[in-house]
């Protein structure tokens, strides 16, 4: 779009309340002014809605004096991805988690059918969390790309992500689509887990169960070990299932399922860079977020003297996702009580969720 005509189309929006600065098209951008006396900062915000809602973003600086709107894009242009790709990822990665559950945890076509279709689930669930609210705040995302792999991953799959190619309104909508997904896929967990739990055998029966793939161990010496969390111990212990040890999860796919959707919530909820827990965590505090981004990262650095497993994790984060937050459209829109309620609640969902040595050797 042509600058004259992207100042059309936000002059209809804007209307007298806001003048253009025709001296900022010679720097390739559009800019439109308005005295602080003149305009109320929630007739700008107001503004700001409309444009989004008309499929332009604007970024709003604030000075002594005035509003600066700065019209930087046009929603309707951004390119669309070709779709067939998504489902191509879907389909190799239910492929792949039934093929590695097959493959490692017995040789059961109905196990591995479990499995799949419960873990499938819950990265689906997360993933379109994040789609529906980016969709409802007029930021454009792709759909899920799951990303398979037999084999190398004991659970046949690197997860999924969605890319946001539009940019970020304001702290709100950052807040909605950071919250969402871990939100969506948490909830699938608790139920996946729930029926899991639900349907384990008693302790004769796990014993007798776990004997038809390898000879049972009291003990289990020398066996890899998923590892516990505080949430996932409470279901172990309400539902009447510490008989299952944690070195024979893996043999149960909905609970297995469940404990790697609780593992993926953890991850996700981290308080760090562009992170789920980052942009929640930015959207509740702001700048002041890189100093919680910096504290959770050293704990983690840290966390490398107990369990190795972070190790690849805490350079990822360094050098790949980073630990600072980039701002918004908007910053200066704040969140209300019910989103900063939730904020805190997810904080306290990852602690619970949080295992510190995800896999080790008994």
Same mark, same amino acid.
Request: charged share 15%.
């Given at each position: 779009?042509? *600058?004259?005509?992207?100042?059309?189309? !936000?002059?209809?929006?804007?209307?007298?309340?806001?003048?253009?600065?025709?001296?900022?098209? &010679?720097?390739?951008?559009? *800019?439109?002014?308005?005295?602080?006396?003149?305009?109320?900062?929630?007739?700008?915000?107001?503004?700001?809605?409309?444009?989004?809602?008309?499929?332009?973003?604007?970024?709003?600086?604030?000075?002594?004096?005035?509003?600066?709107?700065?019209?930087?894009?046009?929603?309707?242009?951004?390119?669309?991805?070709?779709?067939?790709?998504?489902?191509?990822?879907?389909?190799?990665?239910?492929?792949?988690?039934? +093929?590695? !559950?097959? &493959?490692?945890?017995?040789?059961?076509?109905?196990?591995?059918?479990?499995? !799949?279709?419960?873990?499938?689930? *819950?990265?689906?669930?997360?993933?379109?969390?994040?789609?529906?609210?980016?969709?409802?705040?007029?930021?454009?995302?792709?759909?899920?790309?799951?990303?398979?792999?037999?084999?190398?991953?004991?659970?046949?799959?690197?997860?999924?992500?969605?890319?946001?190619?539009?940019?970020?309104?304001?702290?709100?909508?950052?807040?909605?689509?950071?919250?969402?997904?871990?939100?969506?896929? &948490? *909830?699938?967990?608790?139920?996946? #887990?729930?029926?899991?739990?639900?349907?384990?055998?008693?302790?004769?029966?796990?014993?007798?169960?776990?004997?038809?793939?390898?000879?049972?161990?009291?003990?289990?010496?020398?066996? #890899?070990?998923?590892?516990?969390?505080?949430?996932?111990?409470?279901?172990?212990?309400?539902?009447?299932?510490?008989?299952?040890?944690?070195?024979?999860?893996?043999?149960?796919?909905?609970?297995?399922?469940?404990?790697?959707?609780?593992?993926?919530?953890?991850?996700?909820?981290?308080?760090?860079?562009? #992170?789920?827990?980052?942009?929640?965590?930015?959207?509740?505090?702001?700048?002041?977020?890189?100093?919680?981004?910096?504290? !959770? +990262?050293?704990?983690?650095?840290?966390?490398?003297?107990?369990?190795?497993?972070?190790?690849?994790?805490?350079? #990822?984060?360094? +050098?790949?996702?980073?630990?600072?937050?980039?701002?918004?459209?908007?910053?200066?829109?704040?969140?209300?009580?019910?989103?900063?309620?939730?904020?805190?609640?997810?904080?306290?969902?990852?602690?619970?969720?949080?295992?510190?040595?995800?896999?080790? +050797?008994?």
């Amino acid at each position: 779009m042509k *600058i004259n005509e992207l100042i059309s189309r !936000a002059q209809e929006v804007i209307g007298d309340r806001m003048q253009p600065d025709y001296f900022s098209q &010679f720097y390739g951008t559009v *800019i439109f002014r308005q005295d602080i006396s003149r305009i109320s900062r929630e007739e700008v915000e107001s503004i700001i809605r409309k444009l989004i809602a008309n499929g332009i973003y604007a970024q709003l600086q604030i000075t002594s004096r005035e509003y600066l709107l700065r019209v930087i894009a046009e929603y309707s242009r951004v390119k669309r991805e070709k779709r067939y790709i998504n489902l191509i990822l879907f389909i190799l990665t239910f492929f792949t988690t039934g +093929f590695t !559950a097959s &493959f490692l945890y017995g040789m059961d076509l109905n196990y591995s059918i479990q499995y !799949a279709v419960s873990l499938l689930l *819950i990265l689906t669930a997360h993933e379109m969390g994040h789609y529906y609210y980016a969709f409802r705040h007029k930021i454009y995302a792709t759909l899920p790309y799951f990303l398979p792999l037999p084999l190398f991953s004991p659970i046949g799959t690197l997860g999924a992500f969605i890319r946001m190619k539009s940019p970020i309104p304001d702290k709100r909508a950052l807040f909605d689509v950071g919250i969402a997904g871990p939100i969506a896929g &948490f *909830i699938i967990s608790l139920i996946v #887990l729930g029926i899991g739990f639900a349907r384990l055998p008693d302790a004769e029966g796990v014993r007798a169960y776990i004997t038809q793939i390898h000879p049972w161990s009291a003990t289990g010496e020398g066996a #890899l070990t998923v590892g516990n969390s505080i949430l996932f111990e409470f279901f172990r212990t309400t539902m009447h299932a510490t008989h299952l040890p944690m070195y024979e999860i893996y043999h149960f796919p909905l609970i297995f399922a469940g404990w790697i959707g609780l593992f993926v919530t953890a991850l996700n909820l981290m308080p760090i860079g562009q #992170l789920d827990g980052g942009h929640i965590s930015y959207a509740l505090l702001g700048r002041q977020a890189r100093y919680v981004a910096l504290g !959770a +990262f050293i704990a983690l650095a840290a966390l490398n003297f107990y369990s190795t497993n972070w190790l690849l994790w805490t350079i #990822l984060l360094l +050098f790949v996702i980073r630990l600072k937050h980039p701002p918004t459209m908007n910053d200066q829109i704040r969140l209300d009580s019910s989103r900063q309620t939730l904020g805190w609640i997810s904080f306290l969902v990852f602690i619970t969720c949080f295992p510190p040595a995800p896999l080790y +050797f008994s």
